[in-house]
Structure formats: C-alpha cells, structure tokens
C-alpha cells in the first residue's frame, strides 16, 4: 500500500457511511443541468483517474489529530474553474483557507480530469489564493489541459498543475473492437458531431460544399434549434464575409436540421438532448469507416483537449484526422505516443494558428485524401499491424503515469 491518498471533508453527517462533496457551502448554487445530480462529486464514487491509488476519506478534524500525516481537501468540480473565478468568486470556502494557513499537513486540490482551464483561469487563481493569504505551494490544479505545465513556467507561478490524461476515464467501458478490412460503401469517412459550435458546423458546410458528406457517416446532434441568434454571428468568428456569401446555401441547410444520425445509430431516448454525457454510438458506425474526421471540443481556444474524441480513431483501427486546437496533433502525439501514419497523412494544418486558416487546410487535406481513396485504402489493407498496435496502446493501459504522480503527492 504504498499509494494512499488521503482526502478531507468538512460535510460529513454521522448517520452517513460516506461523506458529501467538498463544495463552497456559501455559494446558492443550483443542481446542475448535466445528468450528474450536482457540480460537485466525491472520491468513494471512483473515479478512473485513481485507478490503482487507494483512497482513504477523511473527517477535516484529523487533520489536526495526525500532524504528521499528509491530507488533501478534494475539491472534484463538474465545471471549469473559470465558471467562478470568472465572478471573482474562489470555489472554496474561507475557513477552508484559514485551515490551510493554520495546518501544515493540509492541502488543496481543484481537479475535473475531463474539463480544461484557460491560461488566465490559472493565472487568476493563483492571484486570488495569494490575496487571501494562502500558500499556492499547498495547492494543485488538475485536469486535461495539456498545457498546464508549460503556463506555469510561462506565468512563474508556485502553484501545481498536472495534466491528466483521458484514457482511464474513456476506455474503461469501451466497446469491444475488432479490425474490420472491408468497409460498407458510402462510409469512407465518419464524421460525429455533439453540442453545437462554430467549427463544427463551419466544417460540416465546407463537407457539404466539396460534396464530401455523400462519402461521410455524419451526425449532429442539439443543433441551433432555431433561437433566432442571428446565423451570420455563428459563423463569424471563423468564415470571412465573402465565405457567409460563398457557402450561403450549406449554411441554408444546415441551419434546417436540429438532429441528424449517423448510420447504424439507434434510437433511444435522449439522444438529442444537450447534457447526456453518454451517447450510444453503434460500433458499425467505426467499423465500417476507413478515416475518423474528429471535431474536438476545442478549436479556437488556446488550450489543448485531448477529450475522448481524439482517442477513439486509434482505438477502432481508424486512421485519425482531429480538427482541434493550434498544434493539437502536436502534443497528441507527444503525450501518449500514437502512429498517427504521417507518411501518408499530411498535418502540415496542425502548424497554422490562425482559426480559419487551419480549417480551410484541414478541408484540403480531407479532399486530398478523398481523391487518393484506393491508396489510403490499399495502405489500410498492408498496414494492419500499425492500426493493431495503436487499439493495444488504449486496451492495454495501466495508467502509470497518473499512478506514479498521486504516488508522489503521498509523500
């Protein structure tokens, strides 16, 4: 047992064998619209990123009965910090921080492993924590920011940060895989598309304007719904006014179709509503495409995502194309490692920080290979041990890298 966590809570009622979720309890906050019942969660309700550290919950007036023993006050939050911060508020309260100034043995954690943080986020709690006093040294911000070490370097603070990564909290419950070489026609690329945004929707115009979706299993689902945004405004931060002109009728249509399923897609009930987190998606719908055209959550942000999405085309044996964040294939490539086939795939798009630039490249570079179909087809056939070798990475892992951090805060 050389990895135990012990994590603190001050809402801990006697007759209950678990205790309730760290959370500011002088915020009026409401239930969350997400399917979790709240924004706050709790460590017995196991969370993958502790897979293999063991998690022993604690009442807050141990921390001063064990002086020498290392606690943390677990603060797990459905929402970016920025969702406070950004109102000047710290999601934890004042006599928690007089409890970190007061006991040495006492830490802090504000952790969401899937959500990201911006640069100014981070820049800004560490300020506020400062302004009440408190030693950032003892405190630690964790999720799937990629980028959380280099801003820290960048902004020379003190606080902690570590980017965890996505794959113990997405695999997990994965369907089964198998390699699959002959495709059903008309599903060369499969395109999935969740909440609406702006590069989604731009992209899936840009699709419908080089004729790319009669080859495409696409979806969209929680389109505008007719909010009677003004349609020029969803598209501006990306399309020049010449291109609102040039794709006026792609935008036509899309803005006409609220849900759209992909093949092999099932009905069931909530399949089109916002927050449920967990979308059936059929395995055919994988198996039956040479190319994932991936849509991350992130495009116009400076932070790097790794969400699920970016992991599924190597886990069904799909060669991956990610429209993301500048430099996004980058540091996917860098954190865990993937063949991403760069002899065959050009990423030259991943280079260009410019939002709309990158697109347009990136659309390119889908027509280029849609014009060389029986090569990538041929590659896909002479490669099978390449595609094999990507699902071993994601079936096989053991989460070490997580491991040996929440080891070292142990100590």
Known sequence: MDNVLNFVYDDWP???????????????????????????????????IFKNTIIKNHKINEVELNPNKIFYYHIWHRLPISHYLNNDILPVDSNILELLRIHKNLNLIFMNEVEVDSKYSLEKLNDMLLENEVDVSKVWVINNN?????????????LNVHSCKMLPQ????????KWKLDKEDGSFFMCHNRTPRPHRYALLCLLKYHNLLLDTNWSLINGWQSDKVNVTSR?????????????????EYFENINTAKSKYEIDYTNFDVKYNQIVFNNIHTYENSYVNITT???????????????????????FPLILASYQHIK???DVYGFDLFEDIINYDYDNIQNNRDRLFA????????????????????????????????LANYENVYDYNFFKQLTK
């Open 14 to 48: 006697m007759e209950q064998k678990f205790p309730n979720a760290n959370r500011p309890k002088n915020l009026n906050f409401i239930e969350s619209e997400h399917d979790e019942n709240l924004p706050w969660e709790v460590s017995y309700k196991t969370m993958a």
């Open 146 to 158: 990629q980028k959380l070490q280099y801003w820290k370097n960048e902004l020379n603070i003190n």
């Open 170 to 177: 997405m695999f997990s419950t994965q369907q089964p895989a």
């Open 235 to 251: 598209y501006s931060s990306l399309f020049l006014k010449e291109d609102m002109g040039r794709f006026k009728y792609e935008i």
């Open 296 to 318: 991350e959550t992130n495009f116009q942000d400076e932070a790097i995502h790794i969400s699920e999405k970016s992991l599924k085309a190597f886990y069904y044996f799909q």
């Open 331 to 333: 540091y996917l490539k």
């Open 362 to 393: 990136f659309i390119e570079e889908i027509n280029r290979i849609h014009n060389n179909k029986e090569i990538f087809i041929e590659f896909y056939k002479n490669n099978k041990e390449r595609f094999i070798k990507n699902h071993n990475i």
